[in-house]
């Protein structure tokens, strides 16, 4: 392993024990590797690092990705129980750190990506992600504790869902689960409209009974 790769390995360790790891874990999550997992009964909040492909040279670029999923949700679109490890790519809902301003949804605002050269910036990074994490995502999740929250976030922030045609297949679940069954109908038909998702769509109405 080259100096630079033991530098980097060194750096993402820190921010995970001194920086990331205590706010999340005060909170009730666990983690592996460098994704944290909190159940909250059929409600599952996933704090996940994403480290860039390295570059030449002693760097490290990293941001945040954020979500939750609804179990429910999980299993009627997928027909598969949830995963015992929940990647941000899972959830229900999903957004980059950088999209949240205040513990609200910011859609049009600028990914943020930290890069890293020595120590002082690992400092500086892990201060403004504990800070985020504390002022901005814990209170986010917090925010999220039933089927229409998730309905209402993914109404207001179609692109949260993932594709757009995941979205609608979210909706739709969400919809079903609140008793709104035409609607649902409705979300599983445009999203069928597209091939490639008409299968899952399908698989959606069955499971939901629709």
């Not at 860039?52 to 941001?63: E, F, S, V």
């Not at 504390?134 to 998730?150: I, M, Q, T, W, Y």
């Amino acid at each position: 392993m080259s100096r630079e790769s033991t530098h980097r390995l060194e750096w993402l360790e820190s921010l995970k024990t001194t920086w990331i790891g205590p706010p999340l874990t005060a909170e009730g999550f666990g983690h592996f590797r460098m994704t944290w997992n909190r159940k909250r009964n059929s409600i599952v909040d996933v704090v996940e690092v994403q480290v860039a492909t390295p570059t030449a040279g002693n760097r490290l670029r990293l941001t945040v990705n954020l979500g939750i999923l609804n179990s429910e949700v999980y299993e009627a679109v997928w027909s598969q129980p949830v995963p015992k490890i929940i990647r941000e790519a899972d959830c229900t809902v999903k957004l980059r750190i950088g999209r949240l301003s205040g513990s609200s949804v910011n859609v049009h605002a600028t990914d943020v990506w930290w890069l890293l050269q020595d120590g002082l910036d690992v400092e500086r990074t892990g201060t403004d992600i504990r800070r985020r994490i504390e002022n901005e995502v814990l209170p986010f999740f917090g925010a999220c504790n039933s089927h229409g929250d998730f309905h209402g976030l993914l109404q207001q922030f179609p692109t949260l869902g993932g594709v757009r045609e995941l979205g609608l297949i979210y909706q739709a679940a969400l919809n079903a689960l609140l008793g709104q069954n035409a609607r649902a109908k409705e979300c599983l038909f445009e999203a069928s409209q597209n091939s490639a998702w008409q299968s899952r769509a399908l698989v959606a109405k069955e499971n939901l009974g629709l």
